[in-house]
């Protein structure tokens, strides 16, 4: 995918001009190759990501699933390239309610997050969640949230509770481009960059906030340049290709693990199904979404890369197929088959 | 003519102050604006500055001199030409508070007794089980409790951290966290930009990675841009994660109606607050409960949201001298024990029902005053064990009537006590109207001791 640069140096605001040269948003950092290592290990991260949320949708449409189940298929190069870049279990990660991708990511176990999405006793939340609140302090990841926006405060928090520990972990704060919009997120902005706080904003615009387009919502659509004010740095980075994501995200945590403050990564994605499983997506073309399917899938740029370079046969990669599959179907049998938590944990967990 | 010079108000609440420093000396010339004195309120050292040109012919309120009453006059200023020596030099008495004539009451307000001040009257606690016998108690403000309470828990546990507007180099808005930051370094007392949803927000993530952050709301008013996160990150957290992340943090700061502040800063938020399942909710009457209630807050794992009141902050009670002071969360306290009605209240509206109770005690009705010091969870318990003896029950607070407190202790009692009442519930609030600024209208839309005895009068039917 062609990425659009960000456009530096403001034309109409020559006075902005040079203060906020230092800050501007730069061009994307280049996608480095990976490894075949590195190739296999995102191949198969982003296709146990897509398989799991494909069954997800079946067992929603099954009636298994309830509520509301935000699918994250098309983005999935985002939170791999992302999770590449820091130290799974030190650093901590916050999402919004469009979570699933980013709790397996972050070795979470299938079977518990399909338990929770299905809300049942060994769900990660014993049910009491569903799939936009599981958390796991072992992998540091601390939701799942359901208010557009509210997470960027949070995780703001968790980089401020690194800052005062004086540790060098990083927090990822993970939000779309509906929440950049959201006036908590400024607050934010302000205090991280103030307190230098290692925080990396990742800001996931996969181009529609429920059913509305960026150009519809955004005076400023370069996303890259909402923290231009505050003097945060921030770049734009092509999500279709994990290698590109994974090189902007080792930039920004090594920015952020050396104590110069917040980063802001915009990263370029798409998602493939409607906003939430009862969205039928009407807003845009189906040829939008094939467009996108045909020539920018995240997972199959790797997968070409790996057949081209002989790293993988199409029966190795038939191999990681089937293994994912089977993951994916143990978990959906596991949540269907796990009994509904006890009646009991209505009254538990309310407070301590 | 001479100029009376009168002790200035300098704070919505300010009734009194010392008279610390004159910057001017009998027989200098004053011009408008001159700084001409120094006084120390409450909260800050203030400078008084001259609104009229001449010459200061006395001065009748000595420097140092302490609780100076707002309008007392402390200085006389006469015009070029005038004969200083003419002037009386026996400081005036603060007149009165001027009354306004009283407008008709409308017909449908209870016809009240004149409000009686909201200076403390001296109160017998009845003491609380918790402190061992033989204690020494020292008056101490509330303002006071409450630091020495947060500089307690900072001692102790290196994870516990306050932030919010002031709290830092200003010394806090209400004075609260005076003297923190010298003792804990700006790492520790942190002084935040006028960001409420954002720094509710971050320090509720904080608590989320395991510290143990105090937020400080300069008032309770500007928490509402901040209830969003209060409520749906970090009341609920616990429970959606299957008990597996919560939040130990507090939220504090006045609560309720100042004085003549106007509707968007006088807002009772109790009954907010305590509707709400995975969140605590404190509201301190004496200086004692705010020390020990507030050391307990700070260490429990679960947000608790305590309410002050920038009221009784100034007011001082015996604070036992103990080393760890801790009091329960979730237990009232019998302020006085009695036997034929029961009153129920806690914070500010403590200060209507203690002299309340005290001038039915004089009419021969023995009253039980409880105070519940903790809204979620209620005890409830307590309150029904004294309606078992007395079998009538009158609840006092400030905030408004719909789903107030008063209520939901009405409703609780019907369903578990019914059988013990001997007469309906009635509760003083609140009127039910945004807080009005003009002087007269403010005092009716709060409660009153009056109307508390009227009450009682009611269900006692004397």
């Known amino acids: ?352 | 003519m001479p100029i009376d010079i009168l002790m200035p108000a300098l704070s919505p609440t300010m009734e009194e102050g010392t008279l610390s420093k004159w910057l001017k000396k009998e027989g200098d010339q004053v011009k408008s604006g001159d700084v001409i004195a120094e006084i120390e309120t409450d909260k800050a050292t203030m400078e008084v500055e001259a609104v009229d040109e001449g010459t200061i012919a006395k001065l009748l309120v000595p420097e140092g001199t302490e609780n100076v009453k707002v309008n007392t006059k402390i200085a006389v200023l006469v015009a070029e030409g005038e004969d200083a020596s003419s002037v009386s030099s026996a400081p005036a008495e603060a007149p009165k508070a001027a009354e306004a004539p009283a407008a008709a009451a409308p017909q449908a307000a209870p016809a009240a007794p004149a409000p009686v001040p909201a200076a403390p009257v001296a109160v017998t606690i009845a003491a609380d089980p918790d402190i061992p016998a033989g204690t020494t108690f020292v008056s101490t403000t509330v303002r006071e409790a409450l630091r020495d309470a947060m500089a307690e828990e900072m001692r102790r546990d290196p994870d516990v951290f306050v932030m919010g507007e002031e709290v830092a180099e200003y010394q806090g808005a209400y004075k609260v966290t005076q003297g923190l930051l010298q003792e804990f370094s700006a790492d520790r007392v942190i002084d935040t930009p006028i960001t409420e949803h954002g720094f509710a927000g971050l320090a509720t993530g904080a608590a989320l990675a395991g510290l143990r952050p105090i937020v400080e709301f300069m008032t309770f008013n500007f928490a509402m841009q901040a209830i969003d996160q209060i409520i749906n990150s970090a009341a609920k957290t616990l429970y959606m994660s299957g008990g597996q992340l919560g939040a130990p943090i507090v939220f504090r700061g006045p609560n309720g109606a100042a004085a003549r502040v106007g509707a968007q800063h006088s807002q009772d938020f109790s009954s907010w607050y305590s509707h709400i399942p995975g969140l605590k909710v404190v509201v301190p009457y004496t200086a004692a409960d705010a020390k020990g209630l507030l050391k307990a807050a700070i260490r429990d794992p679960n947000p608790v949201i305590f309410l002050e009141n920038e009221i009784l902050y100034g007011h001082s009670f015996d604070v036992p001298q103990l080393d760890d002071f801790v009091l329960p969360i979730g237990k009232a306290r019998i302020h006085k024990p009695g036997k034929d009605v029961t009153v129920v209240s806690f914070g500010i509206g403590m200060t209507y029902a203690t002299k309340a109770v005290a001038e039915l005690a004089e009419q021969g009705i023995d009253a039980e005053l409880i105070d519940l010091r903790t809204l979620r969870p209620l005890d409830i318990d307590t309150v029904i064990e004294s309606v078992k003896k007395t079998g009538r029950c009158v609840t006092v607070e400030e905030g408004w009537p719909q789903n107030s407190i008063g209520s939901h202790i009405a409703s609780e009692l019907m369903e578990k006590a019914f059988d013990f009442l001997d007469a309906p519930v009635l509760k003083v609030t609140g009127k039910d109207v945004p807080m009005p600024y003009a002087a007269n209208l403010e005092k009716l839309a709060l409660p009153n001791v009056g109307e508390v005895v009227a009450a009682v009068k009611a269900v006692t039917y004397r």
């Open chain 1, 1 to 352: 995918m062609a990425v659009a640069k960000a456009k530096v140096g403001s034309k109409s605001a020559p006075a902005a001009g040079r203060k906020t040269a230092a800050v501007k948003s730069a061009t994307s950092t280049p996608a480095e190759n990976f490894s075949k290592e590195q190739e296999l290990f995102a191949y198969r991260e982003m296709l146990l990501i897509r398989r799991f949320e494909e069954k997800a949708g079946q067992m929603y449409g099954m009636g298994l699933i309830g509520g509301f189940c935000h699918l994250y298929i098309g983005q999935e190069a985002v939170v791999v390239g992302m999770q590449m870049a820091i130290r799974t279990g030190e650093d901590q990660t916050i999402t919004s309610y469009r979570d699933h991708g980013h709790m397996l990511v972050a070795g979470m176990d299938p079977n518990g997050v399909m338990a929770e999405l299905t809300g049942r006793r060994s769900g990660y939340s014993h049910g009491k969640g569903g799939s936009m609140h599981m958390f796991s302090i072992e992998k540091q990841f601390f939701g799942g949230n359901g208010i557009v926006g509210a997470q960027v405060p949070l995780g703001t928090g968790l980089a401020f509770a690194n800052r005062y520990r004086k540790t060098d972990n990083v927090c990822l704060t993970y939000f779309g481009d509906g929440a950049a919009n959201q006036g908590q997120v400024y607050e934010s902005f302000n205090m991280a960059q103030l307190w230098k706080l290692p925080v990396v904003y990742v800001i996931e615009n996969n181009r529609y906030a429920m059913g509305t387009s960026v150009s519809r919502s955004s005076a400023q659509a370069d996303f890259s340049r909402r923290g231009v004010s505050f003097g945060i740095p921030g770049e734009k980075v092509d999500g279709m290709d994990v290698r590109a994501v994974k090189a902007a995200g080792d930039k920004a945590v090594a920015w952020c693990r050396a104590g110069k403050g917040p980063y802001i990564l915009e990263i370029e994605t798409y998602r493939y199904r409607g906003h939430s499983m009862s969205d039928p997506a009407k807003y845009r073309s189906k040829d939008e979404v094939q467009k996108m399917r045909n020539e920018h899938d995240p997972i199959e740029q790797v997968r070409s890369r790996l057949l081209e370079k002989s790293w993988a046969s199409e029966d190795d990669l038939k191999k990681i197929d089937a293994e994912v599959r089977e993951i994916v179907n143990n978990a959906a049998e596991f949540a269907q088959n796990d009994p509904e938590p006890d009646v009991s944990e209505l009254w538990t967990d309310i407070v301590k």
